[in-house]
């Protein structure tokens, strides 16, 4: 072991060692924010949303946050669908220095039971069409904040976007505002507007500070979190970054289909491409057409998948009008 006989298999360029710096997650996104103001950070079916803005959505979420009385070590649930909503709410809620447990979309009310509770989450950041699926958790919850899908897209494919989760969520349905109003909820796109772009002055430790509670797939058992501080992500995103040399600071466009649910979306994608001041194409769902068009369009010069998507993708007959 101490031989490291690995180090051999590493391609060209890639270094054996690293250096982590001491920083959080937020300083990291809102250094770059700032060094790339101007540039493109999100694409969202044709809605441009540029780092500029993006700083300021995630600086408003946080100071909507501690307006709800979130605050440092508190835990947020995401239980949402790729979208700009996702990573607002995810660097939001790590800029009040609570730490974010991500839910995947596919979860049953008793699933999500299990990952609030076990998590002990008081706030969950819940996509409207999924939130029956909180409701019948019977978990009692501080603040629960409903995103709608459509609130980030362009005017003409609002309507697109309903058809497509009805497509893949077909038995869900929006709550109406006269519930939401009753129950106590909150809107996600009412807070970002109400509250001003100002996040709280919280002092993150980064080695001590907990970022991130994803949960294993429970294939031993129920599902557990892994803890991961701000040091462990940053670590994990210099790592992957490493391993592409090839790779140029402000100058790559990322397809971004993998669910930000799961580490691999989340760290690989979401966060590394942001932390390199890329462009991130977002899908909500995996239609391969739509993300073949995309990767033509924006010229992507980054894509990430799994090895079945990659077979499907080999025999696709349209896939050779990309590179």
Known sequence: YMSKPWLKYYPEGVPHEIDVPETSVPEIFDNMADKYSRKVALIFYGKKIPYSKLKELTDRFAAALDGLGV???DTVALYLLNSPQYIIAYLGTLKVGAKVTPISPVYTSKEVKHQLEDSEARTIVCEDILYDNVEKSGVVLNNIILSNIGDYLPALKRMFGKSMLS???GEAHVTSPQYIEQAGLH???????????QKPQVPIDPKTDIAALPYTGGTTGLPKAAVLTHSNMVALMLQTLACWPIFEEGKETAIAFLPFFH??????????????????????????????????????SGFYGVPTLFEYLKEYDKTDRVN
Not at 187 to 197: C, G, I, T
């Open 187 to 197: 809107v996600f796109k009412n807070l970002v507007e109400q509250y001003p772009p």
């Open 167 to 169: 497509k893949a969520y």
């Open 263 to 300: 580490i691999y979306g989340q760290v690989v994608v979401m966060l590394n491409s942001l932390f390199q001041g890329a462009t991130l194409v977002l899908f909500t769902t995996p239609d391969i057409d739509e993300i073949l068009s995309a990767m033509e369009r924006y010229q992507a």
């Open 71 to 73: 605050g440092k070590g």
